[in-house]
């Protein structure tokens, strides 16, 4: 028996008649969104745009068939956040647990997110790497949108690294994530991916220990690689983007080597009692590392946490690391 977390108002009803998704359907469909989606002028023609190119990739397996929440059985839930809920769901035609996330729209209209949930689903369904948490279609009514993820076994490696010994991971588990990670941003990168958020909260252990890289909310396909927006979490900035200059994928470079440390240590390098102080800290790269660091991890954090982002090691540098490739 299905588990009824919403008023049946709030429920897509399974369409008896199946629509191909000709172009003019799929404009309709773009339009209809956006009439029932309040959202300031200037953002109207990016977001039906955006829509549009949702509507019309391989998200979804069978392009003809319309998703609705009664194909999914829906479980206790996984955590929520400002915009929404995760429920751990099952798929009723092939049994397959999945991650489904509930973002009311409402919501994202008054906290001015609709592009950037529009973004991170083109993004995030284009991807396809064993350490990218896959995004497997989406769908939406008039209240909600609806995304179908893959379902990470063991949750947020943010828990696992506080419950750890310490409050912080060992040298091998450490290298072994930051593998991964590297090996994901590099994929990322390859297709013009910047992610500018990565941080313990936004990884995922699946169930056989390896990670997967999840919330591409702030990440940005630029065919350039460069930007010049801030994002991203204050102890993870690099000092470009602190001192608001221009930036590219060596951001996320700058990230690994903050997640690096906070991996061995338990917190962020440049974390301090103000947030003027933590900028501070980040502009001079003024970073101490404890006793209990080898000398191979404190090599790796400093070649990727230099000041001018070219200077940082690549991602194929990292995995190619000795101290990685001694721990993994």
Not at 58 to 76: I, K, R, T, V
Request: net charge neutral.
């Amino acid at each position: 028996m299905m588990l009824v977390l919403f008023c049946s108002s709030c429920v897509c009803q399974l369409l008896s008649v199946v629509m191909p998704k000709t172009r003019e359907y799929i404009e309709k469909e773009a339009d209809k969104f956006i009439q029932n989606t309040p959202m300031p002028k200037e953002y109207v023609a990016d977001t039906r745009e955006l829509f549009i190119k949702m509507m019309s990739h391989e998200a979804y397996d069978n392009p003809n068939y319309q998703w609705s929440l009664n194909d999914f059985e829906l479980g206790s839930r996984l955590g929520r956040g400002k915009f929404g809920r995760v429920f751990i769901a099952r798929e009723k035609q092939t049994g397959d647990i999945v991650a489904l996330k509930t973002l009311l729209k409402k919501e994202l209209v008054k906290g001015r997110v609709e592009r950037q949930v529009l973004r991170e689903i083109e993004i995030q369904s284009h991807l396809k790497h064993p350490n990218i948490l896959e995004l497997l279609t989406f769908f939406h009514d008039d209240f909600r949108i609806y995304i179908v993820l893959e379902f990470a076994g063991k949750g947020e490696l943010y828990k696992h690294l506080k419950q750890s010994p310490g409050g912080h991971f060992n040298e091998h588990l450490s290298a072994k994530y930051i593998y991964q990670v590297a090996d994901a941003l590099n994929y990322c990168h390859q297709n013009k991916v910047i992610h500018r958020d990565i941080k313990p909260e936004n990884l995922l252990l699946s169930i056989d220990d390896d990670i997967k890289l999840a919330d591409f909310g702030w990440s940005v396909h630029a065919p350039s690689l460069r930007r010049d927006t801030m994002c991203g979490t204050l102890d993870y900035l690099p000092p470009e983007m602190v001192e608001g200059k221009a930036y590219g994928k060596y951001v996320d470079n700058w990230c690994l080597g903050i997640l690096c440390y906070e991996f061995l240590v338990g917190n962020p390098p440049f974390e301090s009692k103000s947030n003027n102080e933590t900028y501070k800290r980040i502009q001079r790269v003024d970073i101490k590392y404890p006793s209990h660091l080898s000398t191979g991890a404190i090599d790796l954090i400093s070649r990727l946490l230099r000041r001018t982002s070219n200077n940082r090691i690549t991602l194929e540098g990292v995995m190619q690391h000795q101290w990685v490739v001694t721990n993994k």
